[in-house]
Nanobody, 115 residues
Framework: VQVVESGGGLVQPGGSLRLSCAIS????????MSWYRQAPGKERDLVAS????????DYADSVKDRFTISRDTVKNTVSLQMNSLKPEDTAVYYC?????????WGQGTQVTVSS
């Protein structure tokens, strides 16, 4: 099983980034797929998640109306479109795939929002 994120980088406030998470070893339709983030000195927090069936999507209040999570069941990838980025969005972003009681994590990708 592999979970691999990509797409992080440096962006100015108000800009956009798209993160991608590629899954191998199982189909993402059998997992709850989520994006988390962790800023320096802070806990890892849930940003967005999509249910196994794809019908339930949740967002942290701080990113609602700015971020969009989506999944491609053909490519077996999950994406996080981030718009109107703010300096407080700066963090390492992690993709998570939860199957039953097992949570698979990627290595993380750095997102820095700064002028």
């Amino acid at each position: 099983v592999q979970v691999v994120e990509s797409g992080g980088g440096l962006v100015q406030p108000g800009g956009s980034l798209r993160l991608s998470c590629a899954i191998s070893g199982f189909t993402l339709r059998t997992a709850v797929m989520s994006w988390y983030r962790q800023a320096p000195g802070k806990e890892r927090d849930l940003v967005a998640s999509v249910s196994i069936g794809g019908g339930i999507i949740d967002y942290a209040d701080s990113v609602k109306d700015r971020f969009t999570i989506s999944r491609d069941t053909v490519k077996n990838t999950v994406s996080l479109q981030m718009n109107s980025l703010k300096p407080e969005d700066t963090a390492v972003y992690y993709c998570s795939a939860k199957r039953g009681t097992t949570n698979y994590w990627g290595q993380g990708t750095q997102v820095t929002v700064s002028s």
